[in-house]
């Protein structure tokens, strides 16, 4: 199989996922019916280890970008660095900078697993994605745990990418839009206007969107027409974001489902619900679950 080992492959009647575990934690292949749902990590792209040509990467121990590069937290000032050349910003944490672990293995289940000891950053932490697969798509399980020696705010999210074609649609419901600051940072949340408004289904923007819709229902779905096939993402409640990224100019776009807002951590308003921040004490964990339901488009 192109890209994918085929040790590394699921399959359950008509989907077969592969996943890239030394880059990043990622999955590298979504197909079903022989139709590409998310963007295929190519050869080259392997060979690279280029996690940002992959299908989907996993986002620990926070999703998006810390602005300044710290946060104060605990009664002290945390200090993280820039991963992602030229971004001056620290962007969706280490956890996709990092080889992955195979940890369990079986027909219909691979289990990925990274730890993170402090260092040069904050955190330490034990990552878990758990990529099952049926006949009615793919769930990933992702858990994280504190296993440093202070309570620390935390947060985790997926990160697919998707073709761009020329007639995909987009469908899901949110609350709120987060304004974009420059240096791609999430600011101030407004209500949702019309014209942002994706609830019942429209094409991508024609215009740059890097935003992040607050208080999102937990679903949304991705038609490609052209292919005859969708997508249906459903995630657990405490992803509570969800992150559109789609430049004009790019052949993809990302629709990534969050548990944090969008700088959120350089906010420090650790106690609002709204902003998604999870304070894990030593030992503890969090977990959610994100579906992926491919389905056929009737002409």
Sequence with gaps: MDAISEALTLRAGALEVGLAPAIGGSLGVMRWRGIDLMRRLSDDDHD????????????????????????????????????????????????????????????????????????????????????????????????????????????????????????????????????????????????????????????????????????????????FPSRGAGLRIAADPIFKHLMLYADPAKPYFCLEPQTNASGAFARGRWNDPDEGVIVLAPGERARGVVLFRPFALTS
Excluded: C
Excluded at 136 to 151: H, Y
């Design 48 to 223: 690279a280890g280029n996690v940002l040509g992959v299908a989907m990467f996993p986002m620990v121990p926070y999703a998006n970008r810390i602005a300044g590069n710290a946060f104060d937290f605990g009664a002290r000032r945390w200090q993280v660095l820039p991963n992602n050349p030229p971004e001056k910003f620290n962007v969706h944490g280490s956890g996709w900078k990092q080889p992955w672990t195979v940890a369990r293995s079986a027909a219909a289940e691979i289990t990925l697993a990274l730890e993170v000891v402090a260092g040069a950053e904050p955190y330490s932490y034990r990552a878990e994605q758990v990529f099952a697969v049926s006949e009615e798509g793919l769930g990933v399980a992702m858990t994280l745990i504190n296993t440093g020696p202070v309570p620390m705010p935390f947060g985790f999210g997926l990160h697919p990418w998707f073709d761009r074609d020329r007639d995909v649609t987009l469908q899901f419901s949110a609350r709120r839009f987060h304004l974009e600051e420059p240096d791609g940072v999430s600011g101030d949340p407004i209500t949702l206007p019309p014209e942002l408004d994706f609830s019942k289904g429209r094409p991508l923007p024609d215009g740059w969107r890097n935003n992040d819709y607050g208080g999102w229902a937990g679903e949304a779905a991705i038609r």
